[in-house]
């Protein structure tokens, strides 16, 4: 039985207001649409400084903004609920006394999950939630389907609600989002892999775990991964699953059959599609289009429109991205690896010896799965940033190691040695806030820096 949302419209208009907490893009998309539905609400941010102060107080006069210290002036009793935004921690004194007071803590997906009414297709995991989720978006397009893309990849998740709704809505949602979240009644979940992230905000791997797998409560459909013992257990007790992997499936399930040299993804008994007219790179990328299928045959798609889809996805950028070919070395950015288990998944799809760059700073991760996967696959390893010497005793002595101080350097470096059919990989394995202002930012910069080299530039 579903419970009852701890935001609800259809009740009667509260005497107390809500309270923001967190103004970044999530939360500036909860106030505006608290606005739009004449719900009264007060906003704060942790931050001394906030770039948009001035214009959340033009757009917003009815509303007031704490900011910093001012925020030891509020009492939360004296809100309905504080809507906390993704990037805001549970453990900071205000969140904290409004738990042991009684106040509901909830997120802009609670909001959200009160209003809409189409079906949703809510995607978790560690890896690879944007891309499975741009990828099953353009399968109901394809279908000629008007969805709603958004939550943790793009558009927030309230800033998708119009005067019309789409046929279906398609959200990727965090482990963050999911904390707040008391409400979930999606029509599809899955919860792809897991692996250790954002240890930084979790006590332990369990708890990281228990958020993502809210995701499955009074679903539909559990789609699951059967090579993830871990995130499959989180979908025990499910009305309805279906799961997808890389072995042959029984039954209705999804995954690959090898075929004389040939690999197919397939559904049951049925071969789908040679895995050579994937765009993707790697077999990771296969568990991405088996789960996309999964969830698109859930949705009723037709195969037709599904398989034209998967031919024609090129994926998205900084995920395993090709950059360039130069004297029979390929250079591939996969800048968004910011934890060792997507760098992991990026090396085993790889067929050719590698140049592995990686290093930034640290979410709380453990780096010995990577240097347990670079064995055998990697000849050379380029270090930068706050965590090159953690990545790098987490390594065999057998492979060789050059910490450098940039990229510029490491891409300098990463050429020296390269040798033709070589792969030349940018797969960090942490976050990139030490030294770029995002994982994208990170991406482009290596980008920039390896076509430099091409001739005549």
């Known amino acids: 039985m579903a419970t009852k949302p701890a935001f ?6 509260p005497r107390r207001p809500y309270l923001i907490m967190g103004m970044g893009k999530t939360g500036c998309s909860v106030a505006t649409w608290f606005a739009q539905s ?11 400084e906030l770039r948009n102060a001035s214009q959340l107080q033009r757009t917003f006069p009815a509303s007031r903004l704490y900011l910093a210290d001012e925020l030891n002036s509020l009492d939360c009793r004296d809100y309905q609920s504080l809507v906390l935004s993704p990037g805001v921690p549970h453990d900071i004194d205000l969140v904290q006394f409004a738990e042991r007071s009684g106040i509901p803590v909830i997120g802009d997906i609670e909001v959200f999950f009160n209003r809409v009414r189409s079906p949703v297709t809510a995607v978790t995991g560690s890896n690879g939630k944007s891309t499975v989720v741009d990828l099953l978006t353009q399968m109901h397009r394809c279908a000629g389907q008007c969805v709603g893309l958004g939550g943790n990849f793009g558009t927030p998740a309230l800033d998708l609600i119009g005067t019309s709704e789409p046929e279906r809505y398609v959200l990727e949602l965090s482990s963050f989002q999911l904390e707040t979240t008391q409400s979930l009644h999606c029509d599809i979940a899955t919860v792809l892999n897991l692996s250790e992230d954002h240890m930084d905000r979790y006590r332990d791997f369990n708890g990281y775990a228990k958020a993502k797998g809210k995701i499955y409560r009074n679903a539909s459909w559990s789609v699951v991964n059967r090579d993830d013992r871990l995130a499959s257990q989180l979908a025990e007790g499910s009305r309805r699953m279906i799961s997808f992997g890389l072995d042959v499936p029984e039954g209705n399930h999804f995954g690959v ?3 004389g040299a040939v690999n ?18 790697g077999r990771h990328n296969w568990a991405n289009a088996l789960a996309a299928l999964a969830m698109g045959y859930a949705a009723g ?4 429109a599904m398989l034209q889809a998967l031919r024609d996805y090129p994926g998205l950028d900084h995920r395993i991205q090709w950059v360039a070919e130069q004297k029979g070395v390929t250079w591939l950015n996969d800048s968004k690896a910011t934890n060792p288990g997507a760098a992991v998944a990026a090396l085993k799809g790889l067929n050719r010896p590698v140049i592995l760059i990686a290093g930034g700073e640290s979410k709380g991760a453990d780096f010995s799965v990577l240097g347990a996967a670079l064995e055998g696959v990697v000849k050379q390893v380029i270090l930068l940033g706050r965590e090159a010497e953690n990545i790098a005793m987490a390594m065999s002595a057998q492979i060789p190691v050059t910490r450098v101080a940039d ?5 300098d470096k990463a050429g020296a040695v390269a040798e033709s059919g070589d792969y030349v990989l940018l797969a960090p394995a942490c976050a990139s806030f030490d030294m770029f202002k995002n994982y994208a930012h990170r991406g482009d910069v290596f980008m920039e820096l390896v076509r430099a080299r091409e001739p005549g530039k």
């Not at 004449?38 to 001394?48: E, K, L, T």
């Not at 993804?265 to 790179?281: A, F, I, Q, T």
């Not at 990229?407 to 891409?411: F, L």
């Open 8 to 13: 609800d419209l259809t009740a009667e208009v």
């Open 38 to 48: 004449g719900v009264a609400f007060d906003m704060a941010d942790s931050r001394a």
């Open 257 to 259: 059959r090898k075929v």
């Open 264 to 281: 197919f993804l397939c559904h049951g008994r049925d071969n789908l599609l040679p895995v050579s007219e994937l765009k993707l790179l």
């Open 301 to 304: 798609l037709p195969r037709s």
């Open 407 to 411: 990229m510029r350097e490491a891409v």
